[in-house]
């Protein structure tokens, strides 16, 4: 799920378009697990994502980034300028 990378970290993320709210919704079948607000239209579900992340392991939008699975509900995100225990410890509070 989460793995340590030279400039920060990647992340394995599951995420369930249209629901109630955005939000980190704990792990499903070894991935973080997202929940989000937005439809996976015109880019706008991957956006709220990005922004999700950002908020939960507090670094700015744009150190956050798609790295595969654009168009798929399995994504790797990496995340740059944080460690690996800074960011288990964000995703656990």
């Known amino acids: ?8 970290v990647v992340i394995t993320v599951r995420v369930i378009p249209r629901a ?5 919704a704990g792990t499903r079948d070894g991935a973080l697990l997202v929940r989000l607000n937005a439809a996976p239209v015109d880019g706008a ?3 709220e994502l990005i922004e999700v ?7 700015p939008k744009r150190a956050v980034t798609i790295a595969s699975g654009e168009r798929a509900r399995r994504k790797t995100v990496r995340v740059a300028g944080i460690s ?10």
Do not use: K, T
Request: glycine share 10%; aromatic share 0%.
């Open 20 to 24: 109630g709210r955005s939000e980190v």
């Open 84 to 93: 690996l225990e800074q960011a288990n410890a964000a995703l656990a509070s």
């Open 45 to 47: 579900a991957n956006a």
């Open 1 to 8: 799920m989460l793995q340590q990378s030279p400039d920060g």
């Open 53 to 59: 992340l950002s908020e939960a392991l507090g670094v």
